[in-house]
């Protein structure tokens, strides 16, 4: 199994509601990634997990929450979002080496969001 | 500050022409760049690439790294229309003992026509 995969495809969600986005692999990878890509925009990193660690956040708002339960599965909880937080979030996963090196990322499809 | 920079920031081409994308970067603590094709959803991974000077090749597609100069260059020979897509550059860069990290560009995107 080379791939990621990411759940739901599409959401749209009021600015009340909380949600959650979904992203799983099976290939062993030990550092999973959250992205945010706008319209036209390269993806912005938002958050690193490496062996179920938070271990980057790139200063996201609290309003998104990431989770990692396990090695193979990585959540990212929304609540109270705005607007402009449309946008086609990505998730990836990379081999890791002890010393902090990372394989190529391999990328899910990516969840469509749209507040509104 | 960290950057990496395409160019040019788009291109039509017509079937069968050769094309050359560009990536500069500046990054502290660089330890690779990395290029990715974007159609519709996700990035798809081309080539990874750690030392100047040699070059990785697949079928029509070809990338080099200087790091003397800190750039990048993406070929694709005898495009076709399924070439059209957004290439993405991206530069893997230590991030203070944490997990690495890859900076992206903006993209080039690239437009064959028949």
């Known amino acids: 199994d080379t791939e990621v995969t990411q759940t739901p495809k599409h959401l749209v969600m009021g600015m009340t509601n909380k949600k959650s986005l979904k992203c799983e692999q099976h290939?062993?990878?030990?550092?999973m990634y959250w992205y945010k890509q706008k319209a036209k925009k390269p993806p912005e990193l938002m958050f690193v997990?490496?062996?179920?660690?938070?271990?980057i956040n790139e200063s996201v708002p609290s309003r998104f929450s990431p989770e990692c339960p396990n090695s193979s599965l990585l959540n990212l909880h929304l609540h109270a979002l705005q607007p402009e937080d449309s946008a086609l979030y990505l998730c990836?996963?990379?081999?890791?080496?002890?010393?902090?090196?990372?394989?190529?990322?391999?990328f899910g499809p990516g969840t469509r969001l749209t507040v509104l | 500050e960290d950057k990496v920079v395409q160019s040019p920031l788009s291109l039509v081409v017509h079937e069968g022409d050769t094309v050359t994308l560009n990536c500069s970067y500046e990054?502290?603590?660089?330890?690779?760049l990395l290029w990715y094709k974007q159609e519709k959803k996700a990035p798809t991974f081309l080539f990874m690439l750690?030392?100047?000077?040699i070059e990785k090749k697949s079928g029509r597609l070809s990338s080099i790294l200087d790091k003397k100069e800190l750039f990048s260059i993406l070929n694709i020979t005898a495009t076709q229309t399924g070439d059209s897509a957004i290439y993405l550059c991206?530069?893997?860069?230590?991030?203070?003992?944490?997990?690495?990290?890859?900076?992206f560009g903006t993209g080039t995107l690239l437009a064959v026509q028949p």
């Open positions: 991206a530069v893997e860069a230590e991030y203070g003992g944490a997990t690495n990290k890859l900076i």
């Open positions: 750690t030392s100047s000077g």
């Open positions: 290939m062993g990878h030990r550092a």
């Open positions: 990054v502290t603590n660089f330890r690779s």
């Open positions: 997990y490496s062996y179920e660690k938070l271990s």
């Open positions: 990836a996963s990379s081999q890791e080496r002890p010393s902090g090196r990372i394989e190529e990322q391999f």
